[in-house]
C-alpha cells in the first residue's frame, strides 16, 4: 500500500531565507508527483506537476525534484515571502489505481 | 473562470439528518472525486467517478453516497451523518485519470456534526 510522508510537519522561517520541504513515498509505482498549497478555508492549488519520466519541474521561485527510485521529492523555495505562507502538500498518482494518495502536509509560516 | 464550487462551504447539522453537499465543475471534466482531510490523516479518498453514471468506492466510503447523473455535478450525501463524519470535505475533478491529468480542488465545506 502507498504511503505518503511530509517532513517537517511544521516549519516556521524568517522571510528571505531558502528552504527545503521533503515528501517520500513508499511505493515507485508512480504516474506522477504533484505539489499542492493550501490556504485556510480555500482549497488546493496545483503548483507543480513532475511525470515520473521526469527529474525536476520549475515554477518561479519553486523547483521540486523527484527521485522515483528512492522514493522522494523535495519542493525548493527561494527566497521565501509572507505571502508563501500555508500548507504544502504532496500527492502521488499511483500507476496501480490510478488514484491520488496524498501527505500529511507541512504548514510553512513565513515571518516578516 | 474555470472552477469547482462547493455548497455549502459550512455546515452544522445534527446526528442522523440527511444531508447533501454539492459540487459543480464548468470544465467539462469526467472525472470527479470526493475527499475528507482530517487532522493527522491527511486527505482521503470518498468516492469517486469516472464517468456519467459511472462511480466506484475510495478509502473511506461508508457512511456516504454520491450520484453522477450529469457530467458537471457530483453530490456528496450523508444519509445519517455521525459525529466522526465532522471533517473538511474537498471536491475535485480533472480531464481524466492519465499520467498529466491534475486535478482541480474545490474551496472546501466544512461539516461539524453534533
Known amino acids: 500500500k502507498q504511503e505518503v510522508t511530509q517532513i517537517p510537519a511544521a516549519l516556521s522561517v524568517p522571510e528571505g531565507e531558502n528552504l527545503v520541504l521533503n515528501c517520500s513515498f513508499t511505493?515507485?509505482?508512480?504516474?506522477?508527483l504533484q505539489w499542492f498549497r493550501q490556504d485556510p478555508g480555500k482549497g488546493l492549488t496545483s503548483l507543480l506537476l513532475?511525470?515520473?519520466?521526469?527529474r525536476e519541474q520549475t515554477s518561479g521561485r519553486l523547483n521540486a525534484s523527484l527521485d522515483k527510485s528512492s522514493g522522494r521529492s523535495t519542493l525548493y523555495i527561494a527566497a521565501s515571502q509572507p505571502g508563501d505562507s500555508a500548507t504544502y502538500l504532496c500527492?502521488?498518482?499511483?500507476?496501480?489505481?490510478?488514484?491520488?494518495?496524498f501527505g500529511q502536509g507541512t504548514t510553512l509560516q513565513v515571518k516578516p | 473562470e474555470a472552477q469547482v464550487t462547493q455548497n455549502p462551504r459550512y455546515l452544522i447539522t445534527v446526528t442522523g439528518k440527511k444531508l447533501t453537499v454539492t459540487c459543480s465543475q464548468n470544465m467539462n471534466h469526467e472525472y470527479m472525486s470526493w475527499y475528507r482531510q482530517d487532522p493527522g490523516l491527511g486527505l482521503r479518498q470518498i468516492y469517486y467517478?469516472?464517468?456519467?453514471?459511472?462511480?466506484d468506492k475510495g478509502d473511506v466510503p461508508e457512511g456516504y453516497k454520491v450520484s453522477r447523473k450529469e457530467k458537471r455535478n457530483f453530490p456528496l450525501i450523508l444519509e445519517s451523518p455521525s459525529p466522526n463524519q465532522t471533517s473538511l470535505y474537498f471536491c475535485?475533478?480533472?480531464?481524466?485519470?492519465?499520467?498529466?491529468?491534475?486535478?482541480?480542488f474545490g474551496p472546501g465545506t466544512r461539516l461539524l456534526v453534533l
Open positions: 475535485a475533478s480533472s480531464r481524466g485519470i492519465g499520467r498529466g491529468e491534475t486535478q482541480y
Open positions: 513532475i511525470q515520473s519520466s521526469q
Open positions: 500527492a502521488v498518482k499511483s500507476s496501480n489505481t490510478g488514484k491520488l494518495i
Open positions: 511505493d515507485s509505482a508512480i504516474y506522477n
Open positions: 467517478s469516472m464517468n456519467v453514471e459511472v462511480t
